[in-house]
């Protein structure tokens, strides 16, 4: 079993960067995947990003492609998102979440079993 923490949502201007942070608890955390998911009001949860075990993969949406790097460091218990070129269409709360298994591609919500409670990211236009 693993607790997530999120931190470092904020306010950005467009173009602007944020790094987002997740904090785990839990002897297990390495053999996680573990993902960042985002939802915006009145919308459905959706995928952002998702990385490996050891670090050595990882995946992204269409839309943050390019923009995001997601990585870990699991001496720390940490994952990161760092997020830069921000839109307004970025603007959504940021959700952590771990599951087991090793397909980082399966991007569907619920598979993931373990989930933070969420920081707020707002872009500016």
């Known amino acids: 079993q693993v607790q997530l923490v999120e931190s470092g949502g904020g306010l950005a201007q467009t173009g602007g960067s944020l790094r987002l942070s997740c904090a785990a608890s839990?002897?297990?955390?390495?053999?996680?995947?573990m993902g960042w998911f985002r939802q915006a009001p009145g919308k459905e949860r959706e995928f952002v990003a998702a990385?490996?075990?050891?670090?050595?993969?990882?995946f992204y949406a269409d839309s943050v492609k390019g923009r995001f790097t997601m990585s870990r460091d699991n001496a720390k218990n940490t994952v990161y998102l760092q997020m830069n070129s921000l839109k307004p269409a970025d603007t959504a709360v940021y959700y952590c979440?771990?599951?087991?298994?090793?397909?980082?591609?399966?991007?569907?919500?619920?598979?993931?079993?373990?989930w933070g409670q969420g920081t707020q990211v707002t872009v500016s236009s």
């Open positions: 990385i490996s075990w050891s670090g050595g993969m990882t």
């Open positions: 979440a771990a599951r087991s298994g090793t397909n980082i591609r399966n991007s569907r919500y619920e598979t993931y079993d373990y």
């Open positions: 839990g002897r297990t955390f390495s053999r996680y995947v």
